[in-house]
């Protein structure tokens, strides 16, 4: 098996020598036949000692001395399979096999290569498979966007390598929780990939249809009036007087900024506030 190659999963890919391993565990296997029979003997022992003891025909601490060795022999023996259990499952590893059905994107070993356990700490990855269809996208939604990531939302992919074209991917899920570093909601897309045109492991930007929250309002941000008690803006009335308000920002675009709460959609607002305009203050509305 080399980069590029498909497999499916339970396909072979490679098998590693491991002469010292199997000497352990014939070892083991030895050592456990040998506990089975000093068990079988202490038990029959301890069998025979019990009823002699019930003619009065030994002792009680002599009967007591042969029931525990039996129980430390049956010890031993439970401890002997637990050791060539644990044997058995490392043989297993001879044979390393590809866990799902993907792409062989780097292979990081030749044949006669001394391999090192996975414990080391100079251990490396043998393959890397990377699964082509469907292919996973992660995607980092910052938290204003949040509450609108929902089921069975769809997005479009768009690839630098592949100008002029969208790819669908529907949303599989969340991680249900902002991360507190970024302030983002890590999200999980799943694409079709069946003819494998996209290349695992690249960069892609994702454009999302998401629908307005009601009642939001998208105001220049040269009505904003910064004052001590926060951010306000200069609403008319219809008496033709300045009625100022307090707002909230909920995302900035720029040249405009949404507003979260504060004002609603039909308001008239004053564009270019001069910072000594007041309450009340009678105003001319031109056209």
Known sequence: MDIGSHVKAGDLLAEIETPELNAQKRQAAADLNTAIANNKLAQST???WINLLKTDSVSKQETDEKVSAA???QAAMSSAKANLDRLTELVGFERVIAPFDGIITARATDIGALI???SSTTAKPLF???????????????QNYSARITSNLVVSLHFAEHPGQEFPAKLLDTAKAIDPTTRTLLAQFTAENKDEVLLPGGYTEVWFSLSLPPHTVRIPVNTLLFRAQGLQVATVDKDQKIVLKSVTINRDFG??????TGVTPGERIVINPPDSITDGEVVRVVS
């Open 128 to 142: 890397r498979i990377a699964q082509t269809n469907p292919l996973r996208i992660y995607v980092k939604v910052p």
């Open 116 to 118: 090192n356990s996975g």
């Open 46 to 48: 301890a069998k025979r």
């Open 255 to 260: 040249a405009e900024v949404e507003i979260a």
């Open 71 to 73: 129980q430390a022999l």
